[in-house]
């Protein structure tokens, strides 16, 4: 069964970073893609950024080109998003997911950018 757990988010002031994780366990991580999503309130859950399998290609929202990475452990089961010069619009629950099974969703973790 997949099983994801987001973790790192929090406060943040606008300009400012954070590091999100997300452990995962249940399915042979390295063979497949990741995915981070984001939902604001009253938003629909749209998608932020993508990883193939051995993290040798990504793809980003054009929202968010520039100012967020996502990579990957392998040996760690572990997907992150590096998100840097945040703006309050970024604030949102962002989410990790495995495009193979597309139901798969974890608790999320809080964004706030805010002064």
């Known amino acids: 069964q997949v099983q994801l757990v987001e973790s790192g988010g929090g406060l943040v002031q606008p300009g400012g970073s954070l590091r999100l994780s997300c452990a995962a366990s249940?399915?042979?991580?390295?063979?497949?893609?990741m995915s981070w999503y984001r939902q604001a309130p009253g938003k629909e859950r749209e998608l932020v950024a993508r990883?193939?399998?051995?993290?040798?290609?990504?793809d980003y929202a054009d929202s968010v080109k520039g100012r967020f990475t996502i990579s990957r452990d392998n040996a760690k089961n572990t997907v992150y998003l590096q998100m840097n010069s945040l703006k309050p619009e970024d604030t949102a629950v962002y989410y990790c997911?495995?495009?193979?099974?597309?139901?798969?969703w974890g608790q999320g973790t809080q964004v706030t950018v805010s002064s």
């Open positions: 249940g399915f042979t991580f390295w063979m497949y893609a």
């Open positions: 990883i193939t399998s051995a993290g040798g290609r990504a």
């Open positions: 997911n495995v495009p193979a099974w597309p139901d798969s």
